[in-house]
């Protein structure tokens, strides 16, 4: 079992940045490859960065590969996703998501255990 809990979302002005978390539970976090989706009002959620289990593979989505970054420390049992140059289209609900195959994976049905989120707000 894997329990993650998100932190960091908030209000920011167009332009500017954001630093997630996601504290892990668990011994076997260094096992898990991370993900970042992310949920709009009445939209579908979508994928937005993914890292394997060691940090050394990323993955991004077009939308934000280039101003998103996702990292891990896998003695803190955290992942980080960091949010530069925020659009007001960034807006949403943020998940993370632990994907007991250890590899990067873009697909929801990759991941088994989920976070609760945390709410971004990007104005214009």
């Known amino acids: 079992q894997v329990q993650l809990v998100e932190s960091g979302g908030g209000l920011v002005q167009a332009g500017g940045s954001l630093r997630l978390s996601c504290a892990a539970s668990?011994?076997?976090?260094?096992?898990?490859?991370m993900g970042w989706f992310r949920q709009a009002p009445g939209k579908e959620r979508e994928f937005v960065a993914t890292?394997?289990?060691?940090?050394?593979?990323?993955y991004y989505a077009d939308s934000v590969k280039g101003r998103f970054t996702t990292s891990r420390d896998n003695y803190k049992n955290t992942v980080y996703l960091q949010m530069n140059s925020l659009k007001p289209e960034d807006t949403a609900d943020y998940y993370c998501?632990?994907?007991?195959?250890?590899?990067?994976?873009?697909?929801?049905?990759?991941?088994?255990?989920w976070g609760q989120g945390t709410q971004v707000t990007v104005s214009s």
């Open positions: 998501a632990a994907s007991a195959g250890g590899m990067t994976a873009s697909y929801p049905r990759s991941y088994s255990y």
């Open positions: 668990g011994r076997t976090f260094r096992n898990y490859a």
């Open positions: 890292v394997n289990w060691s940090g050394g593979s990323t």
